[in-house]
């Protein structure tokens, strides 16, 4: 019988060192990062949720430097691809049809997400996954179940694990420096 914990699978070196430092190097200092809302509420969000997003899988954000961007997103979906594969080697009933595109966030000193979960009426969603870009910074463990089972993640590292109201998580707070991940959702 399996545990609910069983169901979160971190894999790490997904990502290349490389293609982590090309993502950074070419979103780090956009102007086209956004706070990150909840619901479109940025009231809510510095209680709930307090980073800056951008929607790096967008074709207006890709065209404005459409031949890098481009290759960045395409080599995000082989890794995203290579990590859906092993989670459905390992879980063989759950059926995966696409992602949702890829979006950028940046936790800053002092940001986090409270506990929430990732699959909603409007959104449905079947596994979540999150990809770490660095490692200098402190703090920012994905966490789970009130935070009796948390993560440190390496860069590189991917974790995935089911989107459902089984699986509330948060990032806890950055301590120092800034934390870069992008997320997807599979359906």
């Known amino acids: 019988m399996n545990h609910l914990k069983d169901y979160i699978l971190v894999l790490e070196n997904i990502v290349s060192d490389e293609l ?4 950074l190097n070419e979103y780090k200092i956009s ?12 009231t809510l969000n510095k209680k709930i949720r307090n980073c800056k997003i951008l929607g790096i899988s967008i074709p207006e954000v890709i065209d404005k430097n459409n031949e890098i961007r481009k290759k960045l997103d395409d080599q995000l979906f082989e890794c995203a ?3 859906i ?7 063989k009933n759950c059926i995966i049809s696409r992602d949702s595109g890829y979006e950028l966030l ?3 000193t002092g940001g986090f997400y409270e506990e929430h979960i990732d699959s909603f009426t409007s959104e449905p969603r079947t596994i979540s996954c999150s990809f770490i870009l660095n490692n200098d910074f402190k703090g920012g463990d994905f966490s789970f179940f ?3 089972v948390t993560y440190s993640l390496k860069k590189g590292s991917v974790i995935m694990f089911p989107s459902n109201f089984l699986y509330p998580h948060n990032i806890m707070p950055i301590t120092e420096g800034t934390r ?8």
């Open 20 to 23: 982590c430092e090309s993502i």
């Open 31 to 42: 102007e086209e990062w956004l706070e990150a809302t909840i619901n479109q509420d940025t």
């Open 81 to 83: 691809k290579k990590s």
């Open 85 to 91: 594969t092993k989670y459905n080697e390992i879980f």
């Open 106 to 108: 940046k936790y800053e």
């Open 146 to 148: 009130n935070n009796t």
């Open 180 to 187: 870069y991940s992008i997320i997807t959702w599979f359906r």
